[in-house]
């Protein structure tokens, strides 16, 4: 039997967290739904994820935190593997850079429809599974 692909969704906003396990679970996807990054560092460290989807802008700590944090824990040589999609309402390029140089290469802009976002799943985990 295959083992279902784990998403880690990590958001703020409830609506946005709830549409997305919707979606996810409707495809077949394993979903883990965090509220902020501590939560999500926390759920990284105690389970192995596929693929992470996150929001940029958080309170208290924000999605560039959470990037710097993962890189820092678990840096692109050892944990190369987690694949990163970003979900921003605010896709300027300053943004999109940061982002970039903290090691995240999937960005989908919100609103988005639900084929937009299985679209974008299935694009990353097809990329990195090329790799």
């Keep these: 039997m295959k083992r279902k692909t784990k998403i880690l969704v990590v958001d703020d906003d409830r609506i946005i967290l709830e549409s997305c396990q919707r979606i996810l679970e409707a495809e077949g996807y394993g979903v883990k739904l965090v509220s902020n990054a501590e939560e999500a560092i926390d759920a ?65 802009p919100k609103p988005f429809t639900p084929d937009e976002l299985l679209g974008c799943v299935q694009k990353v985990l097809k990329k990195e599974q090329k790799k």
Excluded: N
């Design 44 to 108: 990284l460290e105690s389970q192995y994820f596929d693929m992470m989807i996150m929001d940029v802008k958080m309170p208290r700590k924000d999605g560039v935190y959470l990037l710097e944090k993962i890189r820092e824990k678990w840096p692109l040589d050892i944990w190369p593997e987690l694949p990163i999609l970003v979900m921003t309402g605010y896709p300027t390029p300053e943004t999109i850079k940061i982002l970039k140089e903290k090691g995240s290469r999937f960005f989908i």
